[in-house]
């Protein structure tokens, strides 16, 4: 079960729109199923119509109102002339928070939300539970979401029957272990990725709002990470990351540590905005918890050289996002070498070979494997696709193995290997279009990475994250490789496709029905892992029976 919690004024307006048909027309059988005791004696679960949700709004605002109690909120925001930040307040009366299950979850009768919303609100610390008094509030069902997914709205006057204001202090952490509780209870399939550690930020209802009314088929935040782990993956330290930014079309800025100018702490990045709109920033861990500095930094060499370098170019675009110019270019200004390609694909198969000896429990070394894989796929979209494709998908589905918490996380081992030199040549190759043959062979070894992957996910108990995964690719990759070519042989021009092992070859060869060796054959299909035990790790780990 998913919370998402938004604050506000106006509870008349929310509650009629949550009584009207819905920005898609996808409201139905609007009606409550649990609230204040007054608010249900009168209004039932009858169907509301705009009279009946404007009184409920009414009844709802009546304390604060009665009292004259003023809620509000601080929030940081942007001067538009100078871009620098200053907290204001603003009015924050009304609590608003979603409850929504899995799409897979199906849905749940009337009785069921409405005890659901009654614990909710009780632990949340809304109700005469908190041994206060209580606020009033109201849950909403109005049918299923444009994905499928069922769900109730919950609208709270934060302002209680004797005139004191309620507490929303932590709510977004309380509201999360709240749900947890809940799925137990009342036997709802857990939110496995924060069983996991691998949550995904949410899209809030505004974002989704933006891009429909700009006719975008993603959301700012789901582009700019997409930009974000493309340029972090690609680049060898934080300065060519910052110059990689500003190819990528973005505004990117620092944070800087408290009094200091020339330590950065954060940055956030913003697409840059047309007519009279303004830009609206994103911090790194808003976009994923992989892509806060700090964790970026997990990946790039530190010594005082790239310090100093980097630090140079965050000065250069702190003055200025929108003029930014590069302090010192790098190889990023240039086209790569083709001969490239042959290199970089073999690191990738160096790193799957050291994969080997990486226990299924250490999910930092395999969140750096997810991450560089996704950020490779990322680079790939980047360059060829105009609008998010396969390759964007596959690269937000391999991301989230990458998120995990920050307490998880370690630094990439030096002897590890990398996907960099792949997700550099991926981003900045000079050809596009249907793709070129030393594509296809590096598409096999990212092919190979996401196997071992999904293959560390069920080794570590992980079943169903492996089998979303599998499910999620399957479609993603084979769509990529339609418009690749059929890997070179070793007597034409191309570079050869790196070897099997004799194991590898046998299990490929019995999953695509192949007869005899020496055949030409398509990319095997890359996401169709082999059946692989506990045991058979352990053998790989202490070298007795390679895969």
Same mark, same amino acid.
């Given at each position: ?368 494997? @997810?991450?560089?894989? /996704? =950020? ?5 979209? $980047?360059?060829? %696709?105009?609008?998010? +494709?396969? *390759? !964007? ?62 293959? @560390?996910?069920?080794? /570590? =108990? ?5 089998? $979303?995964?599998? %499910?999620?690719?399957? +479609?993603? *990759? !084979? ?69």
């Amino acid at each position: 079960m998913i919370p998402n919690i938004t604050r506000g004024t106006r509870v008349v307006g929310l509650m009629t729109y949550l009584a009207g048909e819905g920005r898609a027309n996808e409201h139905t059988e609007q009606h409550l199923v649990a609230g204040d005791h007054a608010i249900m004696a009168r209004h039932g679960y009858a169907v509301l119509d705009k009279a009946a949700a404007r009184e409920i709004g009414i009844a709802l605002d009546t304390p604060r109102l009665a009292y004259g109690v003023d809620v509000t909120r601080q929030v940081r925001i942007e001067d538009p002339q100078t871009g620098e930040l200053h907290t204001e307040r603003v009015p924050a009366d009304v609590w608003h928070c979603s409850l929504s299950l899995h799409a897979d979850e199906g849905q749940l009768s009337d009785e069921q939300w409405g005890t659901i919303a009654q614990q909710f609100v009780d632990r949340m610390g809304f109700t005469e539970e908190s041994g206060k008094a209580p606020c009033r509030w109201v849950s909403v069902r109005h049918g299923l979401s444009k994905n499928g997914n069922d769900h109730v709205h919950i609208a709270v006057s934060l302002v209680r029957e004797d005139g004191t204001k309620a507490t929303t202090h932590n709510d977004f952490k309380r509201a999360q272990d709240v749900c947890r509780d809940l799925e137990r209870e009342h036997s709802l399939t857990p939110l496995e990725s924060r069983q996991l550690g691998i949550g995904e930020r949410g899209v809030k209802p505004g974002e989704r709002e933006s891009a429909d009314r700009r006719g975008s088929v993603e959301v700012d935040a789901h582009r700019l990470e997409r930009t974000v782990r493309a340029a972090a993956i690609a680049s060898l330290d934080e300065g060519e990351f910052v110059r990689r930014m500003r190819r990528g079309g973005v505004l990117i800025r620092p944070r800087y540590a408290a009094g200091r100018d020339d330590v950065v702490a954060g940055y956030s990045v913003a697409l840059r905005p047309t007519g009279e709109d303004r830009p609206v920033w994103y911090g790194g861990g808003r976009l994923a918890r992989d892509l806060t500095l700090p964790r970026l930094r997990e990946g790039w060499p530190d010594s005082p050289q790239t310090a100093q370098t980097a630090v140079d170019e965050w000065r250069a675009t702190s003055k200025n996002p929108w003029q930014y110019r590069p302090v010192a270019p790098g190889r990023e200004e240039s086209t790569p070498d083709p001969q490239l390609w042959e290199q970089y694909s073999r690191e990738l198969g160096e790193l799957r070979t050291r994969l080997r000896e990486v226990p299924a429990t250490d999910r930092a070394t395999w969140a750096h494997v @997810a991450r560089e894989t /996704a =950020g490779a796929f990322a680079a790939w979209s $980047q360059r060829v %696709e105009t609008t998010p +494709g396969p *390759l !964007a998908e596959t690269a937000r589905e391999l991301s989230r193995s990458a998120h995990i918490r920050a307490h998880q996380s370690a630094p990439k081992p030096v002897r590890m290997g990398s996907a960099s030199g792949a997700a550099m040549i991926l981003l900045q190759a000079a050809t596009a279009g249907r793709g070129t043959a030393a594509e296809a062979i590096l598409f096999r070894q990212l092919g190979r990475l996401s196997v071992a992957l999904l293959d @560390a996910h069920k080794a /570590a =108990g992980d079943a169903r994250r492996a089998e $979303q995964m599998t %499910e999620s690719l399957r +479609g993603k *990759l !084979a769509a990529i490789q339609e418009r690749l070519p059929a890997i070179a042989t070793k007597d034409t021009a191309q570079p050869a496709a790196p070897a099997l092992t004799p194991e590898e070859e046998a299990v490929r060869r019995a999953q695509r029905g192949l007869a005899a060796p020496g055949t030409r054959s398509p990319l095997p299909n890359p996401i169709t892992p082999r059946k692989r035990s506990t045991s058979d790790t352990s053998r790989d780990r202490d070298g007795n029976g390679r895969e």
